[in-house]
């Protein structure tokens, strides 16, 4: 079992920035591929940002692409997901979620899940 948990959200004005952490616990986090999925009110979750375990592979939505920075600290058995740029879109509940196998966009591919954090943007 891994056990993931968000924080760092909260409200932001358009144009602004929040760093988003993700602490895993549990299994070997470094033996993880790690996501970042977001969530509106009335849609589906959709794909941000992915690291592999290693980090020599990075994935992002190209809705964030230029904006957004996914990262990860093994040694602190921590991922990250720096926004800058904000737009009032980007509003969502955040999840960071872990697989075992590689960083990859479909939500289907991943193992465990956080219970997510709300990142709201004004306008």
């Known amino acids: 079992q891994v056990q993931l948990v968000e924080s760092g959200g909260g409200l932001v004005q358009a144009g602004g920035s929040l760093r988003l952490s993700c602490a895993a616990s549990?299994?070997?986090?470094?033996?993880?591929?790690m996501g970042w999925f977001r969530q509106a009110p009335g849609k589906e979750r959709r794909f941000v940002a992915a690291i592999s375990w290693s980090g020599g592979t990075i994935l992002y939505a190209d809705s964030v692409k230029g904006r957004f920075t996914i990262s990860r600290v093994n040694a602190k058995n921590t991922v990250y997901l720096q926004m800058n740029s904000l737009k009032p879109e980007d509003t969502a509940v955040y999840y960071c979620?872990?697989?075992?196998?590689?960083?990859?966009?479909?939500?289907?591919?991943?193992?465990?899940w956080g219970q997510g954090t709300q990142v709201t943007v004004s306008s």
């Open positions: 549990g299994r070997t986090f470094s033996s993880y591929a």
């Open positions: 979620a872990a697989a075992s196998g590689g960083a990859a966009p479909r939500s289907n591919e991943y193992d465990y």
